[in-house]
T-cell receptor, first 113, second 112 residues
Framework: DQQVKQNSPSLSVQEGRISILNCDYTNSMFDYFLWYKKYPAEGPTFLISISSIKDKNEDGRFTVFLNKSAKHLSLHIVPSQPGDSAVYFCAASAASGTYKYIFGTGTRLKVLA | ETGVTQTPRHLVMGMTNKKSLKCEQHLGHNAMYWYKQSAKKPLELMFVYSLEERVENNSVPSRFSPECPNSSHLFLHLHTLQPEDSALYLC???????????FGEGSRLTVL
C-alpha cells in the first residue's frame, strides 16, 4: 500500500500561471515533507521542505502548504516558467533518526511557453 | 568535483554477469543511500549506511550486495540479476538521518 500518493501523473500549465502539484499521505506519523524536482538524465534535486509544525513554507516562487487534518500537501509554483518543466516528487518521513523517506510516484509538469 | 557522482551512468549486463555500481560524495555527509527507480513506481529505498554501518536493508534480494568502505564511497555489487532488476539506481547522501537527500545522476541498468 502506497503511503505517499501523487494521483496526477502529469500536469500542463501555461507560462506565467500558477502550477499546483498535490500529494496525499496515509501515515499520520509523518512529520517532515520534502519536494524534489527531477530533469531527464539527472538525479532528483531538493526543492523545498516543510515540518509538521508549520502549515506553509515559502521560498521564492515555490510555496508548500501542509494540511495535516486532510493528510495533504501541495506545491505551488508562481509564476510558472518553462524551465520548471520536470518531474516533481514529494517525500515524507516519520520521526528523526530513521533515515527513511517514502516517495510518491511523481508528477510530470510541463510549462507551455 | 562536487556533489554526488555515480559511475557508470549506463550499464548493460547479462543475467550471469557480475558488475558493480559506484557512488562517491564530496559533501562531507555521514549517511549514504541506494534507491531504485522503476518506471511508474515510487523511488524505493534499498540500503542506508550511516558512518559506514548499514542501518537499513529494505528486504532487498541478496543478488544486490552493498559495500561502504568509508563515509565518502558506496558500492552496489550486482550478481545474477533478473531482467526485472532493470531500473535507474540512484545514490544519495545526507548530513543527518533526517536531513535532505542529495542525489547523484543515477546509473541506468539494463539486464538482458
Amino acid at each position: 500500500d502506497q503511503q505517499v500518493k501523487q494521483n496526477s501523473p502529469s500536469l500542463s500549465v501555461q507560462e506565467g500561471r500558477i502550477s499546483i502539484l498535490n500529494c496525499d499521505y496515509t501515515n499520520s506519523m509523518f512529520d517532515y515533507f520534502l519536494w524534489y524536482k527531477k530533469y531527464p538524465a539527472e538525479g532528483p534535486t531538493f526543492l523545498i521542505s516543510i515540518s509538521s509544525i508549520k502549515d506553509k513554507n515559502e521560498d521564492g516562487r515555490f510555496t508548500v502548504f501542509l494540511n495535516k487534518s486532510a493528510k495533504h500537501l501541495s506545491l505551488h509554483i508562481v509564476p510558472s516558467q518553462p524551465g520548471d518543466s520536470a518531474v516533481y516528487f514529494c517525500a515524507a518521513s516519520a520521526a528523526s533518526g530513521t533515515y527513511k523517506y517514502i516517495f510518491g510516484t511523481g508528477t510530470r509538469l510541463k510549462v507551455l511557453a | 568535483e562536487t556533489g554526488v557522482t555515480q559511475t557508470p551512468r549506463h550499464l548493460v549486463m547479462g543475467m550471469t554477469n557480475k558488475k558493480s555500481l559506484k557512488c562517491e560524495q564530496h559533501l562531507g555527509h555521514n549517511a549514504m543511500y541506494w534507491y531504485k527507480q522503476s518506471a511508474k513506481k515510487p523511488l524505493e529505498l534499498m540500503f542506508v549506511y550511516s558512518l559506514e554501518e548499514r542501518v537499513e536493508n529494505n528486504s532487498v534480494p541478496s543478488r544486490f550486495s552493498p559495500e561502504c568502505p568509508n563515509s565518502s564511497h558506496l558500492f552496489l555489487h550486482l550478481h545474477t540479476l533478473q531482467p526485472e532488476d532493470s531500473a535507474l539506481y540512484l545514490c544519495a547522501s545526507s548530513q543527518h538521518s533526517d536531513g535532505e537527500l542529495f542525489f547523484g545522476e543515477g546509473s541506468r541498468l539494463t539486464v538482458l
